[in-house]
């Protein structure tokens, strides 16, 4: 069974920064692709950044060149470094795994966390 897991979430003022971490649980060998998503309230949950086993990247446009995914393949973790962040980015950010190896059978997925909050205050 493969678990995610997010941390790193909190209130923060406008401006100000915060780092994510997801970390995927089980016997894992790969996982494919890991990405971030958010949610805002009566809203539908979207893309905010994706990164591959081999470290391509993607990015919503709303936060190019102010966030920045990342992952430890051996630590099977991602994570989101925010920057100059805006009350527009307040939401429930979610971890997502897509493809992944566990104990020698491959599990398509996707898998999702619970979710973290962010709160970005003006």
């Known amino acids: 069974q493969v678990q995610l897991v997010e941390s790193g979430g909190g209130l923060v003022q406008a401006g100000g920064s915060l780092r994510l971490s997801c970390a995927a649980s089980?016997?894992?060998?790969?996982?494919?692709?890991m990405g971030w998503y958010r949610q805002a309230p009566e809203t539908q949950r979207g893309l905010v950044a994706i990164?591959?086993?081999?470290?391509?990247?993607d990015y919503a446009n709303s936060v190019k060149g102010r966030f920045t995914i990342s992952r430890d393949n051996a630590k099977n973790t991602v994570y989101l470094q925010m920057e100059s962040l805006k009350p527009e980015d307040t939401a429930v950010y979610y971890c997502?795994?897509?493809?992944?190896?566990?104990?020698?059978?491959?599990?398509?997925?996707?898998?999702w966390g619970q979710g973290t909050q962010v709160t970005v205050s003006s």
């Open positions: 997502r795994a897509v493809g992944v190896t566990s104990s020698g059978t491959f599990y398509p997925g996707p898998y």
């Open positions: 990164i591959t086993s081999g470290g391509g990247t």
């Open positions: 089980g016997s894992i060998s790969r996982i494919g692709v």
